[in-house]
């Protein structure tokens, strides 16, 4: 069978996201081209309708646009920045940010829960960006979340998986798909998050700020489908001692 993950009704090949932190049409083309994205997210401020440098006019069709309510410090501000990309155009994916401190911008995750079920109850498809917590990966999960996205390390830092632990317990204890959002440096770290059970990785910084943009994002793809073939083969043992591959003895026998 094609392994496809699905977000509400749709489903999707591709498990590369690019995120919106640093755009250009270099990135967009190596995303798409060489990284195979299908999901695209947006920041509502980037997309001047009609304007100069409206990022929606350089999206490939096919491609699914994924706004953000970034800039949003509580749930209704989140809420009225998704409508806005609704009205837009944008559909009716929305990505969650809500982060009310500028030191860390680490996303907070009570008002996170509470724009997901306004927006839920609104009809969109829901992916709130989050701290990895259980409690309120599971609150999201009641209120409405089609996905839920645990940071791996502060935005923008690619200092990889900080937070393996805690995403492991939400590949663990949630049924839903787990994509890991924010913090994520080398292609080696992605696979390593796939190799843990994630659906999928979304990437900016690391690409944005490489040497060579579209090497790059093609080693992300090809580190992605690594892990998750890694995954869905199964690893195999862990033992304490060493055992040989092959019989010690009796290779001489005839």
Do not use: W
Not at 142 to 170: C, D, H, R, S, Y
Not at 223 to 247: H, M
Request: hydrophobic share 45%; proline share 4%; net charge negative.
């Amino acid at each position: 069978m094609e392994d496809v993950f699905k977000l509400g009704s749709h489903t999707f090949k591709s498990r590369f996201i690019l995120g919106s932190g640093k755009f250009s049409l270099d990135i967009i083309n190596a995303a798409v081209g060489e990284a195979g994205a299908e999901i695209i997210t947006l920041a509502l401020r980037r997309a001047n309708a009609g304007g100069i440098g409206n990022i929606l006019d350089y999206v490939p069709k096919g491609v699914t646009i994924l706004p953000n309510t970034s800039g949003a410090r509580k749930a209704d501000e989140a809420l009225r920045i998704a409508r806005l990309a609704r009205e837009c155009g944008c559909g009716d994916f929305v990505k969650v940010e809500v982060i009310h401190e500028s030191k860390y911008l680490l996303p907070d995750n009570y008002e996170t829960a509470k724009a997901t079920e306004m927006m839920a109850k609104e009809g969109f498809i829901v992916l709130p960006y989050m701290y990895p917590d259980l409690n309120a990966a599971r609150d999201m999960v009641n209120a409405g979340a089609a996905a839920i996205m645990p940071l791996g390390a502060p935005i923008g830092t690619n200092k990889g998986l900080v937070t393996k632990e805690f995403i492991q317990i939400l590949v663990d204890e949630i049924d839903l798909p787990i994509i890991v959002d924010a913090g994520i440096g080398r292609p080696s770290q992605a696979c390593e998050a796939m190799e843990m059970g994630v659906s999928a990785i979304m990437a900016n910084t690391a690409i944005a700020t490489a040497g060579d943009v579209p090497a790059m994002a093609r080693a992300f793809k090809n580190a992605i489908e690594a892990g998750r073939t890694a995954y869905l083969a199964g690893f195999g043992r862990v033992k304490d001692k060493a055992s040989a591959s092959s019989p010690l003895t009796g290779f001489l026998d005839e």
